[in-house]
């Protein structure tokens, strides 16, 4: 069945770093692709979204292109900031089903 | 737009009891409504999906009639835990998707933290 594959965290990074979180899929036909985000008590926001191969999804500068050549969908941002703090959770949607498969998710930590 | 809200934020009860989650969509008619499961640092499981006017579809390993959904209206999901035990104690999550916004993605509500003791 289809499955998402995240990088392991904890990440806790310095602000102003560069992030790069890994995220590979496994999917029979053409999946959607997202990443949402969960701050600490609240509900998954969605974050970005790409919905065909080699389209980029990007939002409050983070940014992540479907690759369909290596099943990927790495989520990157350029400098991070303390409000970044959460867990990211890569997934996927089956274009038949319309149901999500969600990664294991990522904690990530910015430090002032 | 498109605001998914879960009642109650979160529940004690005692072991044996059942519990009801309701799940709305504030501003757009839900025709499909899931409901997932997230147990502390992992991720969301799916349990079951739900369509206005029919029975829900659960998961392979999920109980139906240990967790009854009704999705009775277009803008109302409930999920009630029957008879619940220490091991329901979780994190449950409903999202809602209208096929007239974006036939691709599911808005979520922000949970309901159930405890049994």
């Known amino acids: 069945g289809d499955s998402v594959t995240q990088m392991e965290g904890p990440v806790t990074l310095s602000e102003e770093a560069f992030l790069t979180i890994n995220c590979t899929y496994t999917?029979?036909?053409?999946?959607?692709l997202f990443w949402y985000v969960q701050y600490p008590g609240e509900g998954l926001q969605l974050l970005l979204k790409?919905?065909?191969?080699?389209d980029k999804g990007s939002n409050k500068g983070f940014e992540a292109t479907y690759r369909k050549e290596t099943t990927s969908f790495h989520l990157e941002k350029g400098s991070v900031q303390v409000s970044d703090s959460a867990v990211y959770f890569c997934?996927?949607?089956?274009?038949?089903?319309?149901?999500?498969?969600f990664g294991q998710g990522t904690r990530l930590t910015i430090n002032p | 737009g498109a605001v998914v809200s879960q009642h109650p934020s979160w529940v004690i009860c005692k072991s044996g009891t059942s519990v009801k989650i309701e799940c709305r969509s504030l501003?757009?008619?839900?025709?499909?409504m899931f409901w997932y499961r997230q147990f502390p640092k992992q991720s969301l499981m799916l349990m079951a999906t739900?369509?206005?006017?029919?029975?829900?579809?659960?998961e392979q390993g999920v109980e139906k009639d240990k967790f009854l959904i009704n999705h009775a209206s277009l803008t109302l999901s409930t999920l009630t835990v029957t008879s619940a035990h220490p091991e329901d104690s979780s994190f449950y999550i409903c999202?809602?998707?209208?096929?007239?916004?974006?036939?691709?993605?599911?808005?979520f509500g922000p949970g309901t933290r159930l405890t049994v003791l």
């Open positions: 999202s809602a998707r209208d096929l007239d916004l974006n036939y691709n993605e599911q808005f």
């Open positions: 999917a029979t036909g053409y999946p959607s």
């Open positions: 790409a919905t065909k191969a080699d």
């Open positions: 997934a996927l949607s089956d274009q038949g089903a319309q149901k999500l498969v």
């Open positions: 501003d757009f008619q839900a025709t499909t």
């Open positions: 739900s369509n206005e006017g029919s029975k829900a579809t659960y």
